[in-house]
């Protein structure tokens, strides 16, 4: 798996350009189309600045797409939003007018290296010998932040969860080009999958 995410990663350098793609996705067998008044972004990380710049980049692209939509993160407190005995968390969500929850969680940041082209040490295998160039011929080596994330659809009258797909995003330029990219990645993967449609 890991020789893999290499390979992969080696690719997209190549390439010249970092990259956000669908790695898998989930959809309810009962999923119906449906018009949503109100979606909900809401980021689940603990970097605040990614979790503004991502809920802020998808909820600008459904707002594009017709569909408004606002971010946890924008004057809404969505630990207000608590399930107890008395309360319950999509009637809640119902009162406010969000009829849609999108959630974007970030599964795992890793640190991954490969050896740049221009020279065969990227196709050595062996541990030893990867641990040798990369001290010793290191203009030859490359380490890039990569990314997996993952987002839930919820229709809210319904109460459950309509899709689910995860994303990975290898050694992007910045947050914000990353929040940007992964918006149009995500609302196109809703609308392919008919969760949302423009309106």
């Known amino acids: 798996m890991k020789y893999s995410i290499l390979l992969l990663g080696t690719a997209l350098f190549m390439a010249g350009c970092y990259s956000t793609r669908p790695t898998g ?11 949503y008044q109100k979606i909900l972004v809401v980021g689940m990380m603990p970097d605040s600045l990614l ?3 991502m809920e ?4 600008g692209d459904l707002t594009d797409m017709g569909i408004p939509a606002i971010t946890a993160g924008a004057g809404f407190d969505i630990f207000s939003f608590i399930s107890t005995e008395d309360k319950d968390v999509m009637r809640q ?27 065969l040490y990227y196709l050595l295998s062996d541990q030893y010998a990867k641990d040798y160039f990369r001290l010793f011929a290191p203009e030859f080596y ?31 330029e910045s947050l914000e080009k990353m929040a940007h990219e992964y918006g149009k990645v995500i609302t196109r993967e809703l609308r392919k999958h008919g969760i949302v449609s423009r309106q």
Not at 56 to 59: E, P, Q, R, S
């Open 142 to 172: 490359k380490e890039a932040d990569q990314y997996l994330f993952e987002s839930n659809f919820y229709n809210v009258k319904k109460g459950g969860r309509l899709f689910a797909t995860q994303t990975m995003t290898f050694d992007p």
């Open 93 to 119: 969500f119902s009162e406010a007018g969000i009829d849609g929850v999108l959630t974007i969680s970030l599964l795992n940041k890793s640190t991954e290296g490969f050896f740049l082209p221009g020279s």
């Open 56 to 59: 802020a980049h998808v909820a």
């Open 25 to 35: 996705y989930w959809t309810s067998p009962v999923l119906t189309r449906q018009t």
């Open 51 to 53: 979790r503004g710049r």
